[in-house]
């Protein structure tokens, strides 16, 4: 079972949330609470991932972030949020966010992005995915991604391009036909040559060197 919290300080978000990953059979809703006492349900409920909404009255989300990743089991964390364009978003992403969804996603679509989360794999709410990653591209030049990444092998540069398309560790070891155990060490080797902390920032750092193949144009076979 992939245990997740619902932090959000919406009684209505809160309950749907609820209401939508229950009904999923290898999914439980542990807790769903305010800001305020996600840190202490957190500890208490040991979640495997947390929906964090990223902007709400009482306390930061972006400091409750920092506070789960300090924890000994520090949980999966996804912010939640309302809005397209979010000045926060791009400071959870460099903070260990694994990533962001709208609160309007899909019904059917969350349970299979909090799966994707537990497994490890990014999660980017496809609706505003080029909206965060202009706004992280705009902080750093192209160059300076395209130099760290030619520091990685040619294996290690074929995982990031799977980590970039939201691949989870089983998935690329299944597609590259390598070990779970090799593409983790491949993962913990390519973060640590490109210098970031998340496979989200690792995954943006892709976008900004330019690995990713283009969408292809509507009507082209």
């Known amino acids: 079972m992939i245990r997740v919290l619902v932090v959000d300080d919406e009684a209505l978000i809160r309950t749907g949330f609820e209401h939508i990953l229950s009904a999923a059979d290898d999914i439980e809703v542990v807790g769903a609470v305010v800001g305020g006492q996600a840190v202490a349900a ?68 969350l349970p299979v992005l909090v799966r994707t989360l537990a497994q490890g794999g990014v999660v980017l709410s496809s609706s505003i995915t080029r909206t965060v990653v202009d706004g992280y591209l705009a902080n750093g030049p192209q160059q300076a991604a395209l ?38 060490d491949h993962v913990s080797a390519l973060l640590s040559k490109l210098r970031v902390g998340s ?16 969408p292809s144009p509507q009507g082209e076979g």
């Open 42 to 109: 957190a500890r208490r409920l040991t979640p495997d991932v947390v929906l964090l909404d990223i902007r709400m009255p009482d306390v930061d989300g972006l400091s409750v972030l920092a506070q789960l990743r300090l924890l000994p089991a520090a949980p999966v964390v996804a912010m939640l949020t309302t809005f397209d364009m979010d000045e926060y978003v791009a400071a959870a992403l460099r903070s260990g966010a694994s990533g962001f969804l709208l609160k309007d996603t899909d019904p059917v679509q």
């Open 147 to 184: 130099r760290r990444v030619t520091q990685l092998t040619g294996r290690e540069k074929a995982v990031l391009i799977l980590i970039a398309e939201g691949l989870p560790n089983a998935a690329i070891a299944a597609q590259l036909h390598l070990s779970t155990g090799t593409v983790k």
């Open 199 to 214: 496979r989200v920032q690792a995954a943006l750092l892709a976008e900004r060197a330019g690995l990713l193949k283009p």
